[in-house]
């Protein structure tokens, strides 16, 4: 087993899970403006993997809601800013390590960066213990965060009003790819293609990171629709 530092075991502590396999954890912490060995498919992982166990809480938490009305509540608990402020009270900052042009321009305090790195720290449990471990922990993470009713009332991000439009045809998920990434590791753009596969429909937007670029695809196709109708 490789070795730990002192931040990462404190970590391991801190969530609660100890690593069987360290170099999963390491990677999980590491921007891709370090390395060629970097989070972001540890991060497509975590994504998919918060989501669900978010969507099993709220589904006990809130027995009530509708279907769209819960989709609103999982928007805005795994939205940017609430897993900046998550990764933030695991002390994240200090531990991700970054190329030293993104470490210069402040990338340790960058909301994205954050939040992409806890997706990240998700996903290395997934793959280090399982599911049922990685939603422990979500649910250990979300222990301070009131999840009630109320939470619906907050403002739809693009992503969000995408989908109820779509849920509220009966259709499938909007899908999301990132079809290219531009400029210098410490501040890159991302391009990402939202596709409608049953309506045939497709747009892409620019981002600052993949959440923006998935934001402004949803935005760009959400217009395309409005147009159509």
């Known amino acids: 087993m490789d070795s730990l530092t002192s931040g990462q075991a404190a970590l391991q502590q801190r969530i609660a899970h100890s690593f069987k396999n360290s170099a999963v954890l390491a990677r999980a912490l590491t921007h891709r403006s370090f390395s060629s060995d970097h989070n972001e498919r540890l991060e497509f992982l975590g994504d998919s993997v918060l989501n669900l166990a978010v969507s099993g809480l709220l589904y006990q938490a809130l027995d009530t809601l509708p279907e769209g009305e819960l989709s609103r509540v999982r928007a805005n608990l795994v939205k940017q800013e609430?897993?900046?402020?998550?990764?933030?009270?695991?002390?994240?900052?200090?531990?991700?390590?970054?190329?030293?042009?993104?470490?210069?321009?402040?990338?340790?305090?960058r909301p994205s960066i954050l939040a992409d790195a806890l997706e990240a720290l998700i996903g290395a449990v997934y793959v280090d213990a399982g599911f049922e471990t990685a939603a422990a922990l979500v649910r250990r993470l979300y222990e301070k965060v009131q999840i009630n009713p109320q939470m619906q009332a907050a403002a739809k991000d693009p992503k969000t009003e995408l989908q109820e439009w779509l849920q509220g045809r009966k259709m499938h998920l909007p899908q999301y790819t990132v079809v290219g990434t531009t400029g210098a590791a410490h501040k890159q753009t991302f391009e990402v293609e939202c596709v409608i596969v049953e309506l045939g429909r497709s747009e892409r937007g620019l981002g600052s990171s993949r959440r923006a670029a998935e934001q402004a695809a949803a935005t760009a196709l959400l217009q395309s629709l409005r147009k159509a109708a």
Not at 89 to 108: C, N, V
């Open 82 to 109: 609430t897993l900046h402020q998550l990764a933030l009270d695991l002390g994240l900052p200090g531990l991700i390590r970054l190329g030293e042009g993104e470490l210069k321009s402040g990338g340790a305090k």
